[in-house]
């Protein structure tokens, strides 16, 4: 079914331009030039597509200071009034729509591909450009540097978005969920969402210019049972098992746990002549991190504290006073001393060939730092040592109903049990079961106000489609005054 008697408006805003006023917009291209616009909408793999073709008469869409270009947010508003009844408010409850006029609010993006205008004689030229999800395409542009530590998925991109992608409104993202470890270390935004959606169960979409994220669990979507014949006009159904798994091993990057420290009884002056320093039995060869305590507020210095790794003997490090002899060191500057506590200095890549080395602490001037001691002038410390992350996760029903399916992932970026454990497990909720879909062409107008993410009941046993599907991906038409619906939906298991 085609829903007929669509009316359309596309609204541009440049960079810069952060109204939400349609009178505000930079650009207004009228239903009256719209031929046709095809969006694509993805809820698993966060790319969200559209391609826009304009009448372009006379090039009234291309002056330069009205002309569609890269970097403007677009806004595509629908009116249909067989859709006037539904309620297509997103699945978690946020209305996008105007409450003064009958347009809805249908999709944001931002221009990026090519923009093109063809001349086809006379005054007719044809204006066509494309565009991407608005959120996922900025997150896809920003860099992150943070390192997070027992952080929620939440509170990490909200975090790097405030920091990095201040466009985006983060008033969607829910600060619930399970705790992790991230370094970010530069990567794009976007990875470091995706990074957090597969170490928990948690659910990410955007709405207009916002970033939603919500546990999975706390997701109360529509349920409506679609029957067959009357609800869409074809339909197909197929089931795969290409990534199917019963079984996963993770071999992760390298986590650290404490493996040896001395208590702080109290504390000394040290300062770059007047040094502190401990002697750590280890039975590796790298030493991960080690935290000392440090109150900066005794001394009121703004000098930064250095601690290093040296090899030496039963009377102390072998040459105290040269930096050149050490196997490593790290330094941290005042501001990240931190008030009136444990300091972690993870120590760079190295390998000791010593197994008792002194670790030596000092500050970067005379004045010195406050640092803890064991009470008869011994640094006290906290060493943690590396090791390996290595998780394997088994589903044994899924393997007796399936047969055993062995996967192997490596995951550098996974630096701890808990955190491998996670991402095996949300792996296997995906994946250890054959993945069923089913694709529909719209025919009722309530299948047409169906969104990405809804879950919805079909009962067709004639199709092979019968449970509760999840809507991953939408595909709608504009073409003149119609609007044609298609849905692809995936089994919830």
Known sequence: MTIKNAGAAIYGYRPGNESTDRDAADWVIPAQDIDQVQISERGEDLADTAEFSI?????????????????????????????AEYDRSDRYGEDDYSSDDDLAHEWTGLIRAPVQNEFSGGESYELSFEAGDYVYEILGDRRDYHSYREETPGEIMRTAIEAEAEEIDTSLIDMEGPETNIRANGKKLLELLHECLQRSNTVSWSA???????????????????????DY??????????????????????????????????????SEHDRLTARIPTRKSELHEIEIWIDPSVTDSEESVTVRLQSGDDDG???????KSDIEDRTLSE??????????????????HVTEPWVIAESGGEDGQYIGTDGADNLA??????????????REEASQRYRRRDEHKKAEEIRTHEAAEDFANGHLDENDHPSREATFEASRPRFHALQVGDLIEV???????????????????????????????????
Not at 57 to 78: N, Q, V
Not at 208 to 230: D, H, I, N, S, W
Not at 236 to 263: H, I, Q, Y
Request: hydrophobic share 30%; aromatic share 8%.
């Open 381 to 394: 410390y906290r060493a943690h040592f590396p090791f390996p992350v290595n998780m394997q996760v088994d």
């Open 335 to 352: 501001e990240f001393l931190g008030n009136d506590g444990w300091v972690t200095f993870e120590m760079p890549s190295h390998h000791m």
């Open 233 to 270: 006009n074809s339909a197909s159904w197929e089931s795969s098992d290409d990534n199917m798994a019963t079984s996963l091993r993770v071999v992760g990057g390298s986590s650290s746990e404490l493996d040896d420290e001395r208590d702080r009884e109290s504390g000394e002056i040290a």
């Open 317 to 323: 490090p072998i040459a105290i006073e040269d930096g």
């Open 459 to 493: 009962d067709d046993p004639k199709l092979g489609a019968v449970g509760t599907y999840v809507v991953k991906q939408r595909d709608t038409v504009y073409d003149g005054t119609d609007v044609e619906t298609s849905i692809i939906t995936r089994r919830w298991e």
């Open 55 to 83: 009448d372009n008469w006379g090039g009234k869409h291309t002056h330069e200071s009205t002309a569609p270009d890269h970097g403007d947010r677009i806004e595509f508003w629908l009116h249909a009034p067989a859709l």
């Open 208 to 230: 207009g210019r916002a970033l939603g994220l919500k546990p999975a669990e706390e997701v109360e979507p529509r349920l409506e049972t679609y029957k067959g014949a009357g």
